[in-house]
C-alpha cells in the first residue's frame, strides 16, 4: 500500500497541451518534493515545497503543496518531448526524515 | 566522491545465495535511504538511517534482508538466502537530513537471482 497516490498512472498528450499530475495522501508531511526519472538513471528532484497553499513555479511547471500539508499537484504548461519521464512526488514525514515516494506517473509527450 | 556511488552495479546469483549491496553516500550526508524499485515505478522505501542508527526498517520485505551502516557513512543491504522474487533494481539515495532538502540517488545496482 502506497503512502502517496498518484494520479494519473500513465499520461499520453500531444505537444503543445497542458496536463496535470496530482499526489494525494491522509498523512501529513513536512514537505514534499517532486522527482523526474529518465529509463536508466535514479530520480532528479525538480522542486521542494515546504509551507501549506505554497505554489512554485520551475517555467513551464507549476507545484502547488495543499493547504493540509497532504497533497500536492504537478501542471504542465504547454509540453514538449523533453518532459517525458516518469515523475514521482515524495513526501517527508512530519516526525522524521523518512522520504516516501509515489507509485509515479509515466508521462509521454508526442511531437 | 560527487555523487552517491552503488557497487555492483549489476549482480547476477544464484538462489539460495547471500548477497551484499554497498552504498557509498555524498560525504556529510546524514540520511542514508534504500529503496527497491521495479521498471516503471516509483522507488518502495525499505529502510533508511541517521548517521548510524538505523531508524526504521519497515519496508524490509521479511527477516532475510538486513542493512547496516557501522560507521556512519557507507551502507550494505544484505540479502540472505535469495530468491527470484528478490530480482529488482536496488538504489540508494542520501541527504543532509533538513527538511525539504534534496534526496541524490546512485545508479542502483540491478539484482537478479536465477
Known amino acids: 500500500t502506497q503512502l502517496l497516490e498518484q494520479s494519473p498512472q500513465f499520461l499520453s498528450i500531444q505537444e503543445g497541451e497542458n496536463l496535470t499530475v496530482y499526489c494525494n495522501s491522509s498523512s501529513v508531511f513536512s514537505s514534499l518534493q517532486w522527482y523526474r526519472q529518465e529509463p536508466g538513471e535514479g530520480p532528479v528532484l525538480l522542486v521542494t515545497v515546504v509551507t501549506g497553499g505554497e505554489v512554485k513555479k520551475l517555467k513551464r511547471l507549476t507545484f502547488q503543496f495543499g493547504d493540509a500539508r497532504k497533497d500536492s499537484s504537478l501542471h504542465i504548461t504547454a509540453a514538449q518531448p523533453g518532459d517525458t519521464g516518469l515523475y514521482l512526488c515524495?513526501?517527508?514525514?512530519?516526525?522524521?526524515?523518512?522520504?516516501?515516494f509515489g507509485a509515479g506517473t509515466t508521462v509521454t509527450v508526442r511531437a | 566522491g560527487a555523487g552517491v556511488s552503488q557497487s555492483p552495479r549489476y549482480k547476477v546469483t544464484k538462489r539460495g545465495q547471500d548477497v551484499a549491496l554497498r552504498c557509498d553516500p555524498i560525504?556529510?550526508?546524514?540520511?542514508l535511504y534504500w529503496y527497491r524499485q521495479a521498471l516503471g515505478q516509483g522507488p518502495e522505501f525499505l529502510t533508511y538511517f541517521n548517521y548510524e542508527a538505523q531508524q526504521d526498517k519497515s519496508g524490509l520485505p521479511n527477516d532475510r534482508f538486513s542493512a547496516e551502516r557501522p560507521e556512519g557513512s557507507i551502507s550494505t543491504l544484505t540479502i540472505q538466502r535469495t530468491e527470484q522474487r528478490d530480482s529488482a533494481m536496488y538504489r540508494c539515495a542520501s541527504s543532509l537530513a533538513l527538511v525539504g532538502t534534496e534526496a541524490f540517488f546512485g545508479q542502483g545496482t540491478r539484482l537478479t537471482v536465477v
Open positions: 515524495a513526501g517527508e514525514g512530519s516526525n522524521d526524515y523518512k522520504l516516501s
Open positions: 560525504s556529510g550526508h546524514v540520511s
